[in-house]
């Protein structure tokens, strides 16, 4: 175990290297090594690294007032912010919806239990609780985000910690929970929300909450067309909040500011994180819808939550100037195309024995490899193949973020690709050619 670090760190077992600096998709480490970062971190990355001009509003805004309590004062990059999230969002946040900014996505879904079970008592609902969700879905890592997660790995150790409202099937044609197929399925598994909805006390249920493309546990699954559709459906027949977790998807991963407009559906609240500020500063901020903001404001007029660091001018600030940059450099279009010429590098690697399906959305996507290719049967969780692929591309100088469990829980392999929306053609080559040489070493001939 290094002894050097006072750091508690995610792997007593690991070395980290220290990052030292970054330019546009890659990171440079404290001995001078190059990575390109095809994650983007943790799909965090989107206008990539060392942007001057967000530091320098960062400093601006620092240097006017760096903090104010939100129980005292709004500031102006709030304000700001929160009316550009709006305009971006689907048409009922338009007109009367508000923003609450958290630190991360965790907070940010930890805030959206709470506002919708306050939602429920200030609508006369005080039966309603439950929070629905997916199995092999992530929510984040407090206790509640934890509650309504479906990640078993991530999930098991707090067991006792946590209750279970409610989880129904994951959305994954690949490894389809229910063996059937598209479209000849009827989406059995957006019909398996009816089937809970129905079989466990309804009336108790408040909410469901769901990733659009689910990000790392399932290695960037998009649902097929007709899914989002009908879980809204669902949702607005029940009389239950609608919840898209856009933390990993929003802010233009996907080819759209939120990944819920590939569907046109209108989600009661939205949690962004991650690119809201393309790691810059750590922000996250739930979306609400205005007919759920109207139920506050006609009620009780108060929300019982708060943290003292929400809605930091600093990082609203951050937030602001993200935005200006993918405004001014048309990165939200880019991302589309940057993600066609990702996808097209990566087709040859479809060809390996080993590479089961490549799949996402704009620049999401998701690598599973199998052991057997017509079974589509995974690896044991004993050979860590993810780790051992990530460790590989590492050499080749290319981040990737492995994940295992996407098939149970436990058993599947894959990485995941979020690369800054600004990747050039010539690195999309340079990841699929060290992915190609990862999978070479990792599964010799
Ligand atoms: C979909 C989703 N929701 C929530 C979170 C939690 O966000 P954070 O790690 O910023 O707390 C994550 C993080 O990976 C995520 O992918």
Known sequence: MPTSSGLFSRNFKKTFPIAARGEGCWIVDQSGRKYLDAAGQAAVVSIGYGVAEIGCAMAEQSAQIAF???????????????????????????????????????????????????????????????????????????????????NVARRAPYAPLIPEWGHIAPCLCYHCPFEKTFPQCEIACAEDLETLLQQHDHETAAAFIFEPVVGATLGAAVPPEGYVARIAEICHRHNILLIADEVMTGMGRTGKPFAVQHWGIEPDIILVGKGVASGYAPLGAVLVSAPVVEAFARGSGTFMHGFTYQAHPVCTAAGNAVLDYLESHKLFERAGEAGRNLREALAPLQEHRHVGDIRGLGLLHGLEFVKDKPEREPFPKSDNIAEKIRQAAVAEGVLTYPTQGCVDGQRGDHILLAPPFIISKEECSLIAGALETALAKVFPV
């Open 68 to 150: 104010a309590h939100t129980s005292q004062f709004h500031t102006a990059p709030a304000e700001k912010l929160a009316a550009r999230l709006l305009a971006l969002a689907p048409k009922n946040f338009h007109n009367g919806g508000r923003v609450y900014f958290t630190s991360g996505g965790s907070e940010a879904t930890e805030t959206a239990i709470k506002l919708v079970r306050q939602y429920c008592l200030e609508t006369s609902q005080p039966n309603r609780y439950r929070i629905v969700s997916r199995r092999q879905s992530y929510h984040g890592s407090t206790l509640g985000a934890m509650t309504v997660s479906g």
